[in-house]
């Protein structure tokens, strides 16, 4: 494992296939508490952010507004791949940004489109993130587990993980 930074291009590869994230903020109580949200990028930005949209009067936004640090992690069992990104998270009032990221998926939750009163913008600027990316077939993996628990030897070479200073 190694630290490297604003490596965000090998983020952006192994989460934008990652349909769903989940968002965990903390609770007034200290208890940390997980949301499922889509990632509507549709592309990293210079600054290293993420994108998601919630509504103004719920949870997140009221829990993000008194304690901004969050995580975001993926999970792509099919690739093999995860990512936990933390980060800082803030509500922007910027309309454009809204029209840009707005999808049909999201009128779902949001029926006035864009400008539904209730929309809120989360941006979370990723801080540091860490990911694992397995290039192996599940068969090799299986057989590298089975071999390390013959000999009782940790596997070895299971796949590429490492640590991400974004700013």
Do not use: C
């Amino acid at each position: 494992m190694t630290a490297t930074t604003g490596n965000t291009s090998k983020l952006w590869e192994l989460i934008k296939d990652t349909r769903f994230g989940m968002l965990t903020h903390r609770h007034a109580d200290g208890q940390l508490h997980s949301h499922p949200l889509t990632t509507q990028n549709k592309d990293v930005d210079e600054n290293a952010t993420l994108y998601f949209f919630v509504p103004k009067d719920g949870e997140i936004a009221r829990h993000v507004a008194t304690d901004p640090t969050v995580n975001v992690s993926y999970a792509n069992t099919d690739d093999d791949s995860y990512v936990s990104v933390s980060g800082h998270a803030a509500l922007l009032e910027d309309p454009a940004k809204k029209e840009a990221l707005f999808t049909k998926m999201a009128k779902a939750w949001f029926p006035e489109g864009p400008t539904d009163p209730n929309l809120g913008l989360l941006a979370v600027s990723v801080l540091r993130a860490e990911y694992w990316d397995v290039d192996d077939s599940k068969m090799v993996q299986l057989f590298k587990m089975a071999k390390a628990a013959m000999t009782g030897e940790t596997p070895k070479n299971l796949g590429e993980h490492k640590k991400v200073a974004v700013s």
